[in-house]
């Protein structure tokens, strides 16, 4: 069963860091595209970052130059860099990957169970 955890979401001060990781656990024989998505209260999940197996990278707007991906393939692991935080990027916080097991040859999506982040004005 593969499973990915996250960690590192709190409370911050506008204008202050925090570090997202995300650790996938299981039987695991390749992970693909990994991402962070973000729930505000009342709003949809958006597409924060992504990252290709090849390194080829993806941004929301509204938080290039602010946050950076990156991932540790050894270590099975994505992290989301954040840093110049503003009240309007408190949410959940959740991590996705595509991830084929050796029980299958198929990659399936994989959602983390969210790691709340608030920044204070």
């Known amino acids: 069963q593969v499973q990915l955890v996250e960690s590192g979401g709190g409370l911050v001060q506008a204008g202050g860091s925090l570090r997202l990781s995300c650790a996938a656990s299981?039987?695991?024989?390749?992970?693909?595209?990994v991402g962070w998505y973000r729930q505000a209260p009342g709003k949809q999940r958006e597409l924060v970052a992504a990252k290709t197996s090849g390194g080829s990278t993806n941004y929301a707007d509204s938080v290039k130059g602010r946050f950076t991906i990156s991932r540790d393939n050894a270590k099975n692991t994505v992290y989301l860099q954040m840093n110049g935080l503003a009240p309007e990027d408190t949410a959940v916080y959740y991590c996705n990957a595509l991830i084929a097991s050796y029980s299958s040859s198929r990659y399936l999506s994989y959602w983390g169970q969210g790691t709340q982040v608030t920044v204070s004005s």
């Open positions: 299981g039987v695991i024989f390749s992970i693909s595209t």
